[in-house]
């Protein structure tokens, strides 16, 4: 069993920063990737970035050059810093574990950019 706690959201102007973070516990593999979905209202979860336990970094093309992901393996924390946010970008934000071909989720950290 895994759990995900996630932290760091909240409201922001646009063009402001946040950090989320999400901290994993449980049966952790030491190879995982680790990463954030988002969901606006009314939208269907999308994918945003991912970092492998090798330190590889994918992105969303809507947020590169913008966000930055990171992992701290021997705390099974990952970090989203997200920079130069917009409007559109609110939405719940979702930590995602996947290893061994399972996939496991925080429960959800809602971030608001105001115009």
């Known amino acids: 069993q895994v759990q995900l706690v996630e932290s760091g959201g909240g409201l922001v102007q646009a063009g402001g920063s946040l950090r989320l973070s999400c901290a994993a516990s449980?049966?952790?593999?030491?190879?995982?990737?680790m990463g954030w979905y988002r969901q606006a209202p009314g939208n269907q979860r999308e994918f945003v970035a991912r970092?492998?336990?090798?330190?590889?970094?994918i992105f969303d093309a809507s947020v590169k050059g913008r966000f930055t992901i990171s992992r701290d393996n021997a705390k099974n924390t990952v970090y989203l810093q997200m920079n130069s946010l917009k409007p559109e970008e609110t939405a719940v934000y979702y930590c995602?574990?996947?290893?061994?071909?399972?996939?496991?989720w925080g429960q959800g950290n809602q971030v608001t950019v105001s115009s």
């Open positions: 995602n574990l996947r290893q061994m071909g399972y996939n496991s």
């Open positions: 449980g049966s952790i593999s030491s190879i995982n990737d």
């Open positions: 970092v492998t336990s090798s330190g590889t970094t």
